[in-house]
């Protein structure tokens, strides 16, 4: 299968649709962004890295920083994460605060912002906020084979400027007692995690752990375990889209996780790992040119997590 072509053809195909969706707004920063910036890169196992588009341009890359901090948190604290956050579907959108008061401040699951900031509390543990996240900037820049990745104080201070509700998400779950550190400390860090700047090619690369049960086949760095790679891929697939998973499991078909910046980061297990970025965004908060291009390449490759066909590489 000639991946690079597919990969270019993709991107070919989609291009007169730059600019379709809405770039997220209420985060300043991210409304600055050229609407029309589009990359693809597909990462295999043997260490290519097959790109189109705008592919090695850097943006926020906002929620799939979910993901990282989901597999450090649990690095750190192990299954006793799962005592303080589900992995339920929330069937409601990101920010939603709705069920924390009913579910007694356990947020539904870790990808919805109630729950990434527990698991961003849990992530930093003991630590002091600066200490985390050089900490996830360094496992990224390992993960990403990259020195240059960073994070974006400009897209950070904007998203803190106008976070009231990210700030409401954090004092409700406070008042529940379920945040070990003070409110504005976790909220430092979420900021600055999902104020971290990559390429889709860097995304892509850190990536190819969790289509490869834990392992990156190209470093051979073990990032977690085969089987908390394969329930982090389970999560993804239900809930790495809020209240757009559903429809993105049936276009497309294995895990993703989207962020309002404009990028999702998709895994095929066994096959690859997938970062495309585009700004517009559809209702849910999920990138409407970068989902198509994934639902594309899964009708193109015939990748599938519910297909027993494994299509050669
Ligand atoms: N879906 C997202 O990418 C949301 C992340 C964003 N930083 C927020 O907390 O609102």
Redesign the pocket.
């Known amino acids: 299968m000639d991946l690079g072509a597919i990969v270019s053809e993709t991107w070919t195909e989609l291009a007169d649709e730059r600019g379709s969706g809405n770039p997220a707004r209420?985060?300043p920063a991210l409304a600055l962004v050229d609407p029309n910036k589009f990359g693809i890169a597909l990462a295999t196992s043997d260490g290519e890295v097959f790109c189109a588009g705008n592919a090695d341009e850097a943006f926020s890359i906002?929620?799939i920083s979910k993901v990282f901090a989901l597999a450090l948190a649990l690095e750190r604290e192990g299954p006793a994460l799962w005592d303080a956050v589900g992995r339920e579907p929330s069937g409601n959108a990101?920010?939603s605060i709705v069920q924390l008061e009913r579910e007694k401040g356990i947020p539904r699951n870790p990808f919805i912002?109630s729950g990434a900031i527990v698991t961003t509390d849990r992530f930093i543990g003991d630590r002091s906020p600066d200490e985390a996240v050089e900490d996830l900037l360094a496992r990224l820049k390992r993960m990403g084979r990259d020195e240059t990745i960073r994070f974006d104080p400009e897209v950070a201070r904007s998203?803190s400027e106008t976070?009231s509700?990210?700030r409401s998400l954090a004092w409700f779950l406070a008042d529940f007692g379920r945040l070990l550190n003070p409110v504005e400390d976790v909220l430092s860090v979420?900021?600055r995690q999902?104020a971290l700047a990559m390429s889709c090619r860097q995304l892509a690369e850190s990536a190819l752990f969790l289509a490869f049960d834990g392992t990156d086949p190209v470093t051979g760095q073990q990032m977690c375990s085969a089987s908390r790679a394969r329930r982090i891929n389970a999560l993804m697939l239900l809930c790495g889209h809020?209240d757009n998973s559903g429809q993105f499991a049936f276009e497309v078909g294995f895990p993703g996780k989207?962020?309002?910046?404009g990028g999702i980061l998709a895994s095929v297990p066994g096959r690859a790992a997938i970062a495309v970025w585009s700004p517009g965004l559809n209702r849910a908060?999920t990138s409407l040119l970068g989902a198509k291009a994934l639902a594309q390449i899964a009708r193109r490759t015939g990748w599938s997590v519910f297909s027993g066909k494994l299509p050669e590489i």
């Open positions: 209420y985060i906002q929620s990101f920010n912002n998203e976070g509700r990210n979420y900021f999902c809020y989207s962020g309002v910046g908060g």
